[in-house]
């Protein structure tokens, strides 16, 4: 059975750096070639988010962009991770009742990440074209040898708008923390001011579902909380809570928003995350890593452990 492994897109840099020999670090090339072993024989599966999406195509050097996207794609092998919150509804259903109700946010799909599924038929279809079993087969064949991720980056038009993205959610979190800092706020109340500053319009299906009156509405942050669901949604919510209102001492980085998101979706979901300190410490102090049976470091040499 593969293992489905998340890395951080500073893991990506370094191996991509290795792969054009930028990077000269010999203690690399074992985990550098053993990654790309099992990702060619499909025992470890590396899926590519909409995080990494955005990270790679704001890269302002077109040949280091163009390398890393290549190196990206390759080893990916046009797995991906679909966007937290994405699949709102399916997710809540699965943990409510994970035998009737399968869900994975991981799947085998060039479009994946970008929250799109693509099937190679339909599209031949929407462009006239129709083809038999045989010659779908061997689309499907290029398709699965072709670098989709490479593909997507070299596309992208408004990088700008990305850029400012960022600055919009690091406001965010800037204005959660004045909040809580000018009032003494129970903790209970803490979840509410923290769901409807930056989470509300992502869950706004689940609180019209659940949520009858306005005293369950505003409670209903705390209790999915308390409940630990949806998976994703639980791990979010804690790497908010624990980076943002109970280490105030960390300042604010502009790329916060993306990490917490890109891991709310890995950790449960993953068998391995490799990401910066900060994260791997704090997912491990609160026990983030064993409630999911997910092996979360620093250090990528720890994907030994896999083996």
């Keep these: 059975m593969s293992k489905y492994i998340y ?11 290795y792969d054009s020999g930028r990077e000269k670090k010999p203690e690399l090339k074992e985990i550098f070639d053993l990654i790309f072993e099992k990702s060619l024989s499909g025992e470890w599966v590396f899926p590519l988010s909409v995080i990494h999406y955005n990270e790679t195509v704001t890269r302002k050097q077109e040949e280091q962009r163009h390398d890393l ?17 994405m699949y709102k509804k399916e997710e809540l259903a699965y943990c409510m009742d994970n035998k009737k109700y399968p869900y994975t946010p991981i799947k085998y799909n060039p479009g994946c990440f970008l929250g799109k599924l693509y099937n190679p038929e339909e599209l031949l ?3 006239g074209i129709q083809v038999d079993k045989k010659k779908l087969h061997e689309v499907n064949k290029f398709l699965s040898q ?3 991720f490479l593909y997507f980056v070299e596309q992208e038009k408004e990088v700008e708008v990305l ?15 004045a909040e ?8 209970k109340l803490k979840f509410d001011i923290l769901f409807m500053q930056c989470f509300k319009a992502e869950y706004k299906d689940i609180i019209d579902q659940l ?23 639980y791990v979010d919510m804690a790497l908010i809570y624990y980076s943002k209102l109970k280490n105030k001492q960390r300042k604010n980085d502009i790329n916060d928003y993306k990490d ?44 030994k452990k896999l083996l």
């Design 7 to 17: 890395l951080d897109q500073n893991k990506w840099i370094e191996l991509a750096r």
């Design 69 to 85: 996207a290549k190196y990206m794609g390759i080893i990916s092998r046009n797995w991906g991770i679909f966007p937290f919150g």
């Design 125 to 127: 279809s929407e462009q």
């Design 146 to 148: 072709f670098n989709f």
């Design 163 to 177: 850029k400012e993205d960022n600055l919009f959610y690091q406001s965010a979190f800037e204005a959660l923390r």
């Design 180 to 187: 809580d800092n000018a009032h003494n706020i129970p903790e």
């Design 211 to 233: 949520a009858v009156t306005e005293q369950q509405k505003n409670n209903l942050a705390y209790d999915l909380f308390k409940k630990q669901i949806p998976h994703s949604f």
């Design 260 to 303: 917490i998101v890109s891991l709310a979706q890995a950790v449960p979901y993953c068998d391995a995350v490799i990401t910066e300190n900060y994260w791997s410490s704090l997912i491990v102090e609160h026990g983030l890593d064993k409630k999911y049976n997910t092996l979360v470091s620093k250090n990528i040499n720890d994907l």
